[in-house]
């Protein structure tokens, strides 16, 4: 499986963008997250979707802010990040978990297949 990352640019704090993950695979029915790493810090959870989109989870510090979606026919999950703050800056990937699990994992080592990253940068 192989995950394609865009959107991410430059933004002014309140600003918003969507970041999209394309999967290249015959079926796309994964758990598939998004986490974020800034400069000299771990990669954290962002958020994460169930397969059939009916279940998401998102962490603390985006919730109310960020949206996750997906879209099985074209095989692409998104975050739409609305009041953005300086704090969200850092490069944003997406990952997949293996297709034989269900459940949503914060763990970025429960996520098997993971994208190149895109950049986001909010400006003060």
């Known amino acids: 499986v192989q995950l394609q990352a865009s959107g991410g640019g430059l933004v002014q704090a309140g600003g918003s963008l969507r970041l999209s993950c394309a999967a290249s695979?015959?079926?796309?029915?994964?758990?598939m997250g998004w986490f974020r790493q800034a400069p000299g810090k771990v990669r954290e959870f962002v958020a994460a979707?169930?397969?059939?989109?009916?279940?998401?989870r998102y962490a603390d510090s985006v919730k109310d802010r960020f949206t996750i979606s997906r879209d099985n026919a074209k095989k692409t999950v998104y975050l739409q990040m609305n009041s953005l703050k300086p704090e969200d800056t850092a490069t944003y990937y997406c990952?997949?978990?293996?297709?034989?699990?269900?459940?949503?994992?914060?763990?970025?080592?429960?996520?098997?297949?993971w994208g190149q990253g895109t950049l986001v940068t909010v400006s003060s």
């Open positions: 979707i169930s397969w059939n989109g009916g279940t998401s």
């Open positions: 695979a015959s079926t796309f029915n994964n758990v």
């Open positions: 990952a997949t978990r293996s297709s034989k699990v269900t459940v949503i994992s914060t763990t970025p080592a429960s996520y098997v297949y």
